[in-house]
């Protein structure tokens, strides 16, 4: 009697020491909420896209139609706000069929593929070390603890960048990723195995300027943390700014905020290379089209879909006037109006804020540069400005326009990714600075 009296005290004492536990367990998982600190808007197949100085594909990936074979991707990129915990978006969004990866891991970049010791942490799905995602789908890892990012204010975290290991099982056939990454990231040789754990580099001999499966990172935080999408085309996505450098507009407009408001903000890129408002009309595995879905068509996955989102800037429109779209500007001002509806609709209280359209008059590109373009780009513009359909306008035609010329600034035309003269139709790092520092912060985030 004695030793059960003695066994019931002791589970009581148990369950009362456990109580106070779990239910700071509990209180910390009502706190945690997710904002998005990372995106990389997914089309596909690869090859089909416009990446910028991309290395050789052919000995990371022989067989586009094979895609990844048994090997292991570390993909390199930028948080734009840190936190304790994160959790990662697995996109299948363009294969045709299933795709699995085991040995997922994430961990602090420490130079190339390699990882600062002891940082690296496996990565889970539904508490399986293994995720297989549909054709046509996408799936949410568990949270991961961070325990370098123990302290996500550390201001030496700022600028930091996470690697990403992936393990493709087998072959992955059609790959989905984003083409113009403007980051190095790496990759094992086909079929040496799940090397995710490794915190070294020499596994990792291929590099790629793109990301593959991976289209966004969310980072737990604790308190309210407004997401800031940057939607667009190619002059969103980084196109002449520099390989590595963070430069692109969205970037300098992410120092801006994050000077005033620390790790309480976050802006993340939402731009495809050669993207269009509305066009193409089809969009797939087996049709696809290097600019990517469509705005209208990938608003769901690439802005709705993401956490904490309370700003919208969206440029875009040059794409539909050139000769790979035309376009009407009629058209265009249609999907405009649908597509901020449908973000009033869906993310209650959103400001959306339109961007003029900068110049591609005289451009070296086929299908940029002609008169009819310039006049339908400056009617959206018109449009943007004074339709009202707008909660504010950020003016980049205004802070990149040669009045001379009717061009782009001639000290924003030479690109800033390998050396060369420029194509008069993406800034340059000097274009793109000029845009992020002419946003009124107060107009993206009032109040703040």
Request: a neutral charge.
């Amino acid at each position: 009697m004695r030793w059960r009296d003695a066994a019931v005290a002791a589970i009581c004492l148990g369950i009362l020491w456990a109580a106070p536990a779990r239910a700071q367990e509990v209180r910390a998982q009502e706190a945690r909420r997710w904002a998005t600190a990372w995106t990389g808007s997914v089309q596909g197949p690869y090859p089909v896209g416009n990446p910028s100085a991309q290395p050789d594909q052919s000995f990371a990936f022989p067989n586009p139609a094979e895609g990844a074979r048994d090997q292991t991707l570390r993909l390199v990129l930028r948080p734009d706000v840190w936190g304790r915990e994160a959790r990662l978006r697995i996109s299948n969004a363009f294969g045709t069929q299933p795709l699995t990866l085991d040995g997922v891991h994430a961990g602090l970049q420490l130079g190339g593929a390699a990882l600062v010791p002891g940082t690296n942490r496996p990565v889970r799905f539904s508490g399986q070390d293994k995720v297989t995602v549909p054709p046509g789908g996408e799936a949410w890892s568990d949270p991961v603890a961070l325990p370098f990012a123990a302290d996500p204010d550390n201001p030496l975290l700022a600028g930091r960048k996470l690697a990403v290991s992936l393990h493709v099982v087998g072959p992955s056939g059609p790959m989905t990723w984003h083409a113009k990454a403007l980051q190095t990231s790496y990759a094992t040789a086909p079929g040496a195995g799940a090397r995710g754990s490794e915190e070294g580099e020499a596994a990792f001999p291929y590099s790629t300027a793109s990301w593959f499966f991976l289209d966004a990172v969310d980072m737990a935080v604790s308190a309210p943390t407004p997401v800031v999408v940057a939607f667009g085309d190619s002059i969103t996505d980084g196109t002449a700014s520099t390989m590595n450098g963070d430069d692109r507009w969205p970037d300098v407009l992410s120092r801006r905020l994050h000077a005033t408001l620390g790790n309480r903000v976050a802006v993340v890129n939402a731009g495809i290379g050669g993207n269009q408002v509305v066009g193409p009309s089809e969009y797939g595995p087996r049709k696809p089209f290097p600019g990517g879905p469509s705005a209208l068509s990938r608003l769901d996955r690439d802005v709705i879909g993401l956490s904490g989102i309370a700003s919208v800037i969206w440029l875009e429109g040059v794409n539909d006037f050139s000769r790979n779209g035309e376009a009407s500007l009629e058209a265009v001002q249609a999907g405009m109006r649908e597509g901020v509806a449908r973000l009033r609709a869906r993310i209650p209280g959103v400001r959306v804020i339109g961007a003029t359209l900068t110049s591609a008059k005289g451009s070296s590109s086929p299908a940029h540069g002609h008169p009819e373009q310039d006049e339908k780009r400056r009617g959206l513009n018109a449009f943007i400005r004074d339709s009202g359909l707008f909660d504010a306008v950020v003016d980049f035609d205004a802070a990149t326009l040669d009045p001379a010329t009717g061009g782009l600034r001639p000290e924003m035309v030479p690109e800033s990714t390998t050396g060369g003269k420029g194509d008069r139709l993406h800034p340059n790092r000097a274009g793109y600075v000029a845009m992020g520092s002419g946003i009124d912060p107060g107009v993206v985030l009032p109040g703040r």
